[in-house]
């Protein structure tokens, strides 16, 4: 229910054993029930979510709190903001090794922050 883009990502994470209920691996083939409560590793953070309804249609984006609660644990929330501002202040994917002068700024940047 719009956790994975499509379904064969979402059968690919079931296969890959990311997608668990009460300590067993689910598959793909796996019947929900109202108040199951499942989970789902992505990326090292664990996102925790029970069924409130099931629905035999896709269902746009505003409808999913009807059909689902998140139950995800602070903590696990708090890493994975930690990871995307990490990912956002990163260089981007593909761009290689910094530069001569790319490297001196960063050095420049962190001898400033720590010196102090």
């Known amino acids: 229910m719009r956790?994975?883009?499509?379904?064969?990502?979402?059968?690919?994470?079931?296969?890959?054993?990311?997608i668990q209920m009460g300590g067993t691996t689910l598959k793909a083939s796996r019947t929900l029930n109202t108040g199951d409560v499942f989970t789902v590793r992505r990326h090292g953070?664990?996102?925790?979510?029970?069924?409130?309804?099931?629905?035999?249609?896709?269902?746009?984006?505003?409808?999913?709190?009807?059909?689902?609660?998140?139950?995800?644990?602070?903590?696990?929330?708090?890493?994975?903001e930690m990871a995307r501002f990490a990912q956002q202040m990163g260089r981007e994917r593909g761009t290689g090794r910094p530069t001569k002068k790319e490297r001196r700024e960063i050095d420049a940047f962190f001898s400033d922050v720590f010196d102090e």
């Open 3 to 18: 956790l994975f883009k499509t379904r064969s990502m979402a059968a690919d994470a079931c296969a890959k054993g990311q």
């Open 45 to 80: 953070i664990v996102f925790t979510y029970k069924v409130l309804q099931l629905s035999e249609n896709r269902l746009g984006a505003k409808l999913v709190p009807e059909y689902m609660q998140d139950l995800t644990t602070p903590d696990q929330l708090e890493l994975f």
